[in-house]
T-cell receptor, first 113, second 113 residues
Framework: DGGITQSPKYLFRKEGQNVTLSCEQN?????MYWYRQDPGQGLRLIYY???????QKGDIAEGYSVSREKKESFPLTVTSAQKNPTAFYLC????????????FGSGTQLSVL | QKEVEQNSGPLSVPEGAIASLNCTYS??????FFWYRQYSGKSPELIMF????GDKEDGRFTAQLNKASQYVSLLIRDSQPSDSATYLC?????????????FGTGTRLTIIP
């Protein structure tokens, strides 16, 4: 089955620690996205990538980093510079760009210990 | 002004009635408009998209777009308890030559049996 796989489902971060959230897709989509969702809020764009080895900052990129070395993979690192990392993180992909349907992964809930 | 605005609700509608969800957006150049449904703790799923002015119907769902008023709405006919969820409006815009999708904060809908 084609889809987007996010792991882990739950992640805990200690103060000062960097953590990496995994996102893999086998849909052969060019574009991939990372969103953050806080309780009762909509989705805010962190980073997005429309092609391998290229990515752009979204609205709330500070304290996060990404890489796009392979078409199917778009990992997100939450760095120690992100002072309020507790949130639900969603990875998504689309065939080409944001004019199209987004396919979402099942999400990662990140909490601070 | 927020780029995409929705009433957060909660919106309560009796079973069998019509639920009406509204969304306004600020970027006059936006071309693509989406409605996603999100159940609590789950990832969003696309239920409707619309690109042209007017109405678009799909089963019990109708999306309405008025670009002159920068307004998009979603009507749900014959509301069912399974329609109880948060509905997210999403609108595309250009960000330094790249397409970006911006989400509203969502409207929480509760269908009362």
């Amino acid at each position: 089955d084609g889809g987007i796989t996010q792991s882990p489902k739950y992640l805990f971060r200690k103060e000062g620690q960097n953590v990496t959230l995994s996102c893999e897709q086998n849909l052969n989509h060019d574009a991939m996205y990372w969103y953050r969702q806080d309780p009762g809020q909509g989705l805010r764009l962190i980073y997005y990538s429309q092609i391998v080895n290229d990515f752009q900052k979204g609205d709330i990129a500070e304290g996060y980093s990404v890489s796009r070395e392979k078409k199917e993979s778009f990992p997100l690192t939450v760095t120690s510079a992100q002072k309020n990392p507790t949130a639900f993180y969603l990875c998504a992909s689309s065939i080409r760009d944001a004019n199209e349907k987004l396919f979402f992964g099942s999400g990662t809930q990140l909490s601070v210990l | 002004q927020k780029e995409v605005e929705q009433n957060s609700g909660p919106l309560s509608v009796p079973e069998g009635a019509i639920a009406s969800l509204n969304c306004t957006y600020s970027d006059r150049g936006s071309q693509s408009f989406f409605w996603y449904r999100q159940y609590s703790g789950k990832s969003p799923e696309l239920i409707m998209f619309i690109y042209s002015n007017g109405d678009k119907e799909d089963g019990r769902f109708t999306a309405q777009l008025n670009k002159a008023s920068q307004y998009v709405s979603l009507l749900i006919r014959d509301s069912q308890p399974s329609d109880s969820a948060t509905y997210l409006c999403a609108v595309n815009s250009l960000n330094f030559g790249n397409e970006k999708l911006t989400f509203g904060t969502g409207t929480r809908l509760t269908i009362i049996p």
